[in-house]
T-cell receptor
Framework: RKEVEQDPGPFNVPEGATVAFNCTYS??????FFWYRQDCRKEPKLLMS?????NEDGRFTAQLNRASQYISLLIRDSKLSDSATYLCVVNSNYQLIWGAGTKLIIKP | DTAVSQTPKYLVTQMGNDKSIKCEQN?????MYWYKQDSKKFLKIMFS???????INETVPNRFSPKSPDKAHLNLHINSLELGDSAVYFC????????????FGEGSWLTVV
């Protein structure tokens, strides 16, 4: 089992819809969690950290489920500009482990 | 004002050549990284330096040699390039050794022919 796993997608979603995807991790002792966004042919950029109690940033909501060892990202009212690859990152034993990413395509 | 800058952005070279990619960050971070992203989009860490000290050295061929002259610079030298080295190489930096927010450079697209 990979340390961090994501559904590669692509998720094809109409503009304005709500979309959610998960990321599972194998190390139950993992300390911190992040979502990064990577646009085509660009570098990854931090989208948001994921806190134990869940957190929201505008249309984006991140949640952590330690019992089931996954984090999730929910995007409401999706925009064309949300099209990107979303990378899950887990801090495990003080090293960052990257998922392969979930590709999201928002269609008009 | 670029926070993490790396050069060159594009590099096409022949097998067997030696090439270097340079990286500089002006964020005052202590930790710098080299990541490789292959055609399948997997982002894998290669090396990490903290205050010029090598702290992460993943299973990478010894043809790859990082050099950190000071904590603001981390260069990557690659000897005897092979076709399989073709990838995007990202330099990055962060505060502290446990990652926190990582800031990436724009990437260096290496194509070995």
């Amino acid at each position: 089992r990979k340390e961090v796993e994501q559904d590669p997608g692509p998720f094809n979603v109409p503009e304005g819809a709500t979309v959610a995807f998960n990321c599972t991790y194998s190390n139950s002792a993992s300390q911190s969690f992040f979502w990064y966004r990577q646009d085509c042919r660009k570098e990854p950029k931090l989208l948001m950290s994921v806190y134990s109690s869940g957190n929201e940033d505008g249309r984006f909501t991140a949640q952590l489920n330690r019992a089931s060892q996954y984090i999730s990202l929910l995007i409401r009212d999706s925009k064309l500009s949300d099209s990107a690859t979303y990378l899950c990152v887990v801090n495990s034993n003080y090293q960052l482990i990257w998922g392969a990413g979930t590709k999201l395509i928002i269609k008009p | 004002d670029t926070a993490v800058s790396q050069t060159p952005k594009y590099l096409v070279t022949q097998m067997g050549n030696d090439k270097s990619i340079k990286c500089e960050q002006n964020l005052g971070h202590d930790t710098m990284y080299w990541y490789k992203q292959d055609s399948k989009k997997f982002l894998k860490i290669m090396f990490s330096y903290n205050n010029k000290e090598l702290i992460i050295n993943e299973t990478v061929p010894n043809r790859f040699s990082p050099k950190s002259p000071d904590k603001a610079h981390l260069n990557l030298h690659i000897n005897s390039l092979e076709l399989g080295d073709s990838a995007v190489y990202f330099c990055a930096s962060s505060t502290g050794r446990s990652g926190n927010t990582i800031y990436f450079g724009e990437g260096s697209w290496l194509t070995v022919v």
